[in-house]
């Protein structure tokens, strides 16, 4: 069996981390479906990820570990956990926790969103002048409040 091959049919976890040891992932809703947000993990977030039940993450603009919710407490509890065919992707449906601040309601984006995808780029213009619209606009939370300035 070829090497691809054999990363396609295995059902061992051998992630590929990409050359700065990181893996990206994409974050959706267990309850919508809807993307919520996309990191990266490098192999410390994804074992404490498995570990825990819980999404960790690591921060590349703070470089280090990320608890998704920490401070908050918009926490995103695993319900599956994917990968792709050649292992170079991860794909997590999540539950997130719901503080008070958000009324019941499900955030995942730290600008006070549902989701970090709130916004549709239209097909079919000029690349270079392309402009976006808004959708899924609803402020949930206020960041401000929630992280500070």
Same mark, same amino acid.
């Given at each position: 069996? $070829?090497?691809?091959?054999? #990363? $396609?049919? *295995?059902?061992?976890?051998?992630?590929?981390?990409?050359? +700065?040891?990181?893996?990206?992932? #994409?974050?959706?809703? &267990? @309850? *919508?479906? @809807?993307?919520?947000?996309?990191?990266?993990? +490098?192999?410390?977030?994804?074992?404490?990820?498995?570990?825990?039940?819980?999404?960790?993450? /690591?921060s590349r603009s703070?470089?280090?570990? /990320?608890?998704?919710?920490?401070?908050?407490?918009?926490?995103?509890? #695993?319900?599956?956990?994917?990968?792709?065919?050649d292992q170079d992707?991860? /794909?997590?449906? &999540? $539950?997130?926790?719901?503080?008070?601040?958000?009324?019941?309601? $499900?955030?995942?984006?730290?600008?006070?969103?549902?989701?970090?995808?709130?916004r549709k780029i239209?097909?079919?213009?000029?690349?270079?002048?392309?402009?976006?619209?808004?959708?899924?606009?609803?402020?949930?939370?206020?960041?401000?409040? &929630?992280?500070?300035?």
């Amino acid at each position: 069996m $070829e090497n691809n091959q054999k #990363i $396609e049919e *295995t059902l061992d976890f051998l992630p590929k981390f990409d050359e +700065n040891g990181l893996i990206p992932c #994409i974050t959706t809703s &267990v @309850k *919508t479906g @809807k993307p919520l947000m996309f990191a990266y993990m +490098n192999a410390q977030s994804l074992q404490k990820s498995i570990e825990t039940g819980e999404a960790y993450y /690591w921060s590349r603009s703070r470089n280090q570990l /990320w608890h998704k919710g920490a401070s908050s407490g918009l926490t995103q509890k #695993i319900i599956e956990m994917r990968t792709d065919c050649d292992q170079d992707c991860l /794909w997590i449906s &999540v $539950e997130t926790g719901t503080p008070d601040h958000v009324q019941g309601r $499900e955030a995942s984006c730290h600008t006070g969103r549902e989701s970090c995808f709130y916004r549709k780029i239209n097909i079919g213009q000029d690349p270079k002048t392309v402009k976006m619209q808004r959708i899924d606009d609803e402020i949930i939370f206020d960041p401000e409040c &929630v992280y500070g300035s």
